[in-house]
Nanobody, 123 residues
Framework: VQLQASGGGLVQAGGSLRLSCAAS????????IGWFRQAPGKEREFVAR????????FYSDSVKGRFTISRSAAENTVYLQMNSLKPEDTAVYYC?????????????????WGKGTQVTVSS
């Protein structure tokens, strides 16, 4: 499986961006796709994830209510709609695939990673 993230850019605080993660290959019903981000000098952190089978969605507390994760099974694509962006959302955003049976926010459990896309929010 290969993952391709896109949609990053420069936006002012309060603005919106939509990230896309296109997956080539088979995504199984037990899989989970997640979004993570890494700011300079910080560890990679969980942002949101969606389970493929029953479309359960989870968010970190820092983005809950502002970000929405969704997926298109037909297109093998996961989206991250980011609204009310803040300067502290500035980071490289990565999408990743967990082939395990149990959905998790732990980055170490994800098996496939795409190249990141830069999101910069100016104040």
């Amino acid at each position: 499986v290969q993952l391709q993230a896109s949609g990053g850019g420069l936006v002012q605080a309060g603005g919106s961006l939509r990230l896309s993660c296109a997956a080539s290959g088979v995504i199984y019903s037990s899989n989970t796709i997640g979004w993570f981000r890494q700011a300079p000098g910080k560890e990679r952190e969980f942002v949101a994830r969606v389970t493929w089978r029953n479309y359960r969605r989870f968010y970190s507390d820092s983005v809950k209510g502002r970000f929405t994760i969704s997926r298109s099974a037909a297109e093998n694509t996961v989206y991250l709609q980011m609204n009310s962006l803040k300067p502290e959302d500035t980071a490289v955003y990565y999408c990743a695939l967990d082939t395990g049976d149990y959905s998790t926010p732990e980055a170490g459990r994800y098996d496939y990673w795409g190249k990141g896309t830069q999101v910069t929010v100016s104040s």
